[in-house]
């Protein structure tokens, strides 16, 4: 495919992040009178105004349970259904990348193995950030950390974000933050979608999904398709995703779970290009590993049962199943055998989570108690071919927490938490060694490891109005070394120990704009980084920063938004930056439904310049700086009966950027792409 682009657009970038916001303001002032009349009230089918702001929804990432954002003593977002629908978003990648604090970084140029990173992790965000659907876990047990491209955004209910530590419920690796997805489940009323998409790069996406329910049984199925030629040489995605759930209501009191899904993709891997023409309209395009691939399926099964009684407290417990696996080729060789180049990821995987809360009265004030017990097991075997080695390992991760939460005054609330958690691995690493006969595995010896690590949390929320809620919280966090650094690592390899402070507020004024600001200080000891050798920083690592974030309902019918984060990570006492965490980030949009069946999204997100990911912590003057980037992207949509016609533009001024460099070695994403289709609803 010859792709073709057309010329920039001549204001220059800064320039234009600024014009952008300067409009929306204005654009808002002045419509502000007339875009909602007199009226604000919410017609049916559309959001109201209390809906998009966090004092009002309800989550369950930090605490398990549902309860108010104003009850949790961090910086929390939720994203809805109804946000997703608003947003000129094609994936979860490109809607979490808008958040605040959230940096999303991607070798590929798609949303395939991207990684989230929340309070600047750096290159280990993928072992660092904490990703869960329905609250298991995805992070894989090696470096690739979670897929998110396995889901549909019209599979999610919501987006619940949660920054800092979440080292006490969530265990290991919950250091810059947890990301829980919760999926749809059934409905009263018999809900059928489907869409169906075209765009740039011959890209075609559709999905369907039903919803439903028979007196006590609910369900939800759901399936997606996606194929894109992508926008460099080899840089084609397909991917085939299919999930489904069942609930069995028994009474008012005991519901059974059983959820599954089924994900299938075969893609390229285009490889980076170098610094001299990662500018260039047609070479940055171009790939010198066309023949590099790969191909996965992933499996997911849970079971669940839910027990909710209002004298005997809330129970759940979950049991789930994955199986994974991956087949690639990376750096292929034209004299060897494809076959023979061949590399396999096999992991198979059990976890059980059982959580109890219940409430309790204590001088006259309602406190709640929360108990609960994790396990994880991973089998996990990876062989690299042509030459080896094979990883193999076995890793046992138990876990038990306690949490309480005691009401001191009618508006002041004080939690203290704390994880035990006992982590067993078994590790060997496979040399492939030529013999007469041919070339056959040789094992090598076993290594074992013995960690046990705990985390403590402490907050505290104050809300002398429902307009203001104050909150503040120390915690420790932890994170262990993943299957793949320690395959190649240094004997004394160790987990790495986090200790976080935040403080903050969220203020809400006349029922139409709220404002978060959040402060956090995070310190980690024994950081664990990537190298020939994995090991430990010898110097703790220091992050602190400014998390803001501002929404606005002009009227019913035109809503903005902004945020912005200042992050400033160092080595301590060398005083040098943690390579590819941007300084400040920023981002913008609006939402405004012109006329009743139209409606128009904007957003502009600003990432600053970052060090190379392959930087030495001494001294940052090896290679060159990735360059500041502001990219913009445009949907509308026009309702027609059942039918939603939308259309939409991404990276609308045609940026060339990159989120990740190592070495100089950068890997371009796409340019200025729009695509149009067509949604139906019963």
Wanted: proline residues 4%; negative net charge.
């Amino acid at each position: 495919m010859k792709l073709m682009h057309t010329s920039r657009y001549p204001v220059p970038g800064a320039a234009r992040y600024i014009l952008l916001v300067f409009l929306m303001v204005l654009i808002g002032g002045i419509s502000a009178p007339c875009l909602g009349g007199e009226d604000d009230t919410a017609d049916e089918g559309t959001v109201s105004v209390q809906s998009r702001f966090e004092l009002d929804e309800i989550v369950v990432t930090a605490s398990k349970v549902e309860e108010p954002v104003a009850k949790i003593p961090r910086n929390v977002t939720v994203i809805t259904a109804e946000d997703i629908a608003e947003a000129p978003s094609n994936n979860i990648i490109d809607l979490l990348g808008r958040e605040v604090g959230l940096n999303v970084r991607s070798l590929q140029g798609t949303d395939r193995q991207a990684v989230i990173d929340i309070r600047g992790m750096g290159a280990t965000a993928g072992s660092n950030v904490v990703v869960l659907v329905d609250g298991v876990k995805m992070n894989s047990p090696d470096l690739s950390g979670p897929d998110l491209s396995s889901i549909s955004l019209d599979q999610i209910e919501r987006i619940e974000i949660i920054r800092g530590s979440g080292g006490v419920l969530y265990g290991d690796g919950a250091v810059g933050g947890v990301v829980n997805i919760v999926t749809k489940k059934g409905t009263l009323r018999t809900e059928v979608k489907a869409s169906a998409s075209y765009g740039s790069y011959n890209t075609f996406d559709t999905w369907a999904s039903v919803r439903g329910g028979h007196k006590d049984l609910s369900y939800s199925l759901n399936g997606a398709y996606h194929d894109s030629d992508g926008y460099r040489e080899n840089g084609g995605l397909k991917r085939g995703d299919v999930a489904g759930a069942l609930d069995y209501h028994l009474g008012d009191s005991v519901t059974f779970n059983l959820a599954g899904s089924h994900h299938v993709d075969e893609y390229g891997m285009p490889g980076p290009v170098s610094i001299d023409v990662v500018d260039s309209e047609s070479d940055r395009v171009k790939s010198h590993s066309p023949d590099d691939g790969g191909e996965t399926e992933d499996n997911r099964v849970s079971l669940g049962l839910e027990f909710e009684s209002e004298s005997l407290g809330y129970l759940k417990m979950v049991r789930g199943y994955r199986s994974r696996e991956n087949s690639f080729i990376i750096g292929y060789s034209p004299i060897i055998e494809k076959e023979d180049q061949i590399s396999t990821i096999d992991e198979s995987g059990k976890t059980f989570l059982l959580t109890y809360d219940k409430s309790y009265a204590l001088f006259s004030r309602k406190h709640s108690l929360m108990l609960g017990v994790d396990h994880y097991f991973i089998d996990y075997i990876r062989e690299e071919l042509p030459t080896g080695p094979r990883k193999n390992s076995r890793t046992d991760n138990l876990g038990f927490f306690v949490n309480n939460r005691w009401s001191l005054t009618e508006d002041l609330l004080f939690q203290l938490g704390y994880r035990g958690n006992r982590y067993e691995g078994r590790y060997r690493t496979d040399k492939l060694l030529e013999f007469p006969e041919g070339k056959r595995w040789v094992n090598g010896e076993e290594e074992t490891t013995d960690w046990y690590n705990d985390a403590w949390d402490l907050g505290l929320t104050y809300s002398p109005s429902k307009e203001v809620n104050l909150f503040a919280s120390y915690a420790t966090s932890f994170r262990i070394p993943n299957v793949d650094e320690l395959a190649v690592a240094e004997d004394d390899l160790t987990p790495q120990k986090g200790y976080h402070l935040d403080a903050g507020g969220r203020f809400r004024f006349m029922e139409k704009l709220e404002f978060t600001i959040t402060l956090f200080n995070l310190v980690i000891e024994d950081e664990i980084y990537y190298s020939d050798v994995n090991k430990n920083y010898d110097d703790s690592t220091v992050r602190r920063g400014i998390e803001a974030n501002v929404k606005y309902h002009l009227a019913q019918s035109f809503f903005v938004w902004g945020n912005y984060t200042y992050t400033d990570a160092r080595f301590a006492d060398k005083d040098t930056v943690v390579p590819l965490v941007p300084q400040n980030m920023g981002s913008a949009g609006l939402e405004w439904r012109i006329v009743d069946p139209l409606s128009l999204s904007l957003t502009g997100t600003y990432v600053g310049s970052r060090y190379d990911g392959n930087e030495n912590e001494s001294v940052l003057t090896h290679y060159s700086k990735l360059d500041p980037y502001q990219v913009f992207d445009t949907r509308a949509t026009y309702l027609y009966g059942k039918f939603k016609l939308f259309a939409g533009m991404n990276n609308m001024f045609d940026e060339m950027y990159s989120t990740v460099a190592y070495s100089e070695a950068y890997y371009p994403m796409p340019g200025r792409n729009v695509y149009a289709g067509v949604a139906w609803s019963l």
